[in-house]
């Protein structure tokens, strides 16, 4: 399966939920580490164990800015 992720295409082996791509990338879940959006949508974390990841899907990660 034929993804982007931040500007960079990447090749699955298989079939991901959000949660387990992001665990396949070394990206830590914890709450409040990364925020997703896929095809410009953004995933609430309660959503990412169940978001099924789909052939040419858009994918954005960012860490959120931390400072003031």
Same mark, same amino acid.
Request: charged content about 15%.
């Given at each position: 399966?034929?993804? @982007? $992720?931040?500007?960079? #295409?990447? @090749? /699955?082996? #298989?079939?991901?939920? /959000? +949660? !387990?791509? /992001?665990?396949?990338?070394?990206?830590?879940?914890?709450?409040? @580490? $990364? +925020? $997703? +959006? %896929?095809?410009?949508?953004?995933?609430? !974390?309660?959503?990412?164990?169940?978001?099924?990841? /789909?052939?040419?899907?858009? %994918? @954005? %990660? $960012?860490?959120?800015?931390?400072?003031?």
């Amino acid at each position: 399966m034929n993804i @982007t $992720v931040n500007n960079k #295409s990447i @090749t /699955l082996p #298989s079939a991901f939920s /959000l +949660a !387990q791509l /992001l665990d396949y990338m070394n990206i830590s879940i914890a709450r409040g @580490t $990364v +925020a $997703v +959006a %896929i095809n410009d949508e953004i995933i609430p !974390q309660e959503k990412w164990d169940i978001h099924a990841i /789909l052939e040419n899907n858009n %994918i @954005t %990660i $960012v860490a959120p800015a931390q400072g003031g």
